[in-house]
């Protein structure tokens, strides 16, 4: 299973700052701008927020249960570079205990793949 499908066990939230013009945020930027859409896709209930703004620093912050954060910071990195550091984001958070509300009674993407698939008929 994908590490981009696990973000909504294991984080709360995804919080993406970057400055629009500056270099030091282009591997960021065009993260965001390539892999938006999959993330979105994989995980649409996780709040995913992208903040531009002028001269700050490229950061990705993770929260994760019981209100615990991290961040990264991301500062001229590459593309693939930054795609490493949310990865580990994703995968610290397997290590942290876990809250109640955290645990789904919905079928979602991931758990949909490790249950079997019953047919059903209708009946006329």
Not at 26 to 32: A, M, P, Q
Not at 101 to 115: G, H, L, P, R, W
Request: aromatic share 10%; glycine share 4%.
């Amino acid at each position: 299973m994908s590490w981009r499908a696990l973000l909504s066990h294991n984080l709360q939230e995804i919080r993406i700052t970057f400055c629009q013009s500056n270099q030091s945020s282009e591997g960021l930027r065009n993260f965001v701008v390539k892999n938006y859409s999959d993330l979105k896709r994989l995980n649409p209930k996780l709040p995913l927020l992208i903040r531009e703004g002028h001269g700050i620093e490229p950061v990705i912050y993770a929260r994760y249960d019981w209100g615990k954060e991290e961040k990264k910071v991301v500062t001229n990195l590459t593309e693939q570079e930054v795609e490493e550091k949310l990865k580990e984001l994703c995968l610290m958070g397997s290590k942290f205990d876990r809250s109640p509300e955290s645990e789904f009674d919905e079928v979602d993407i991931v758990s949909a793949y490790q249950k079997p698939i019953l047919n059903y008929r209708p009946i006329f």
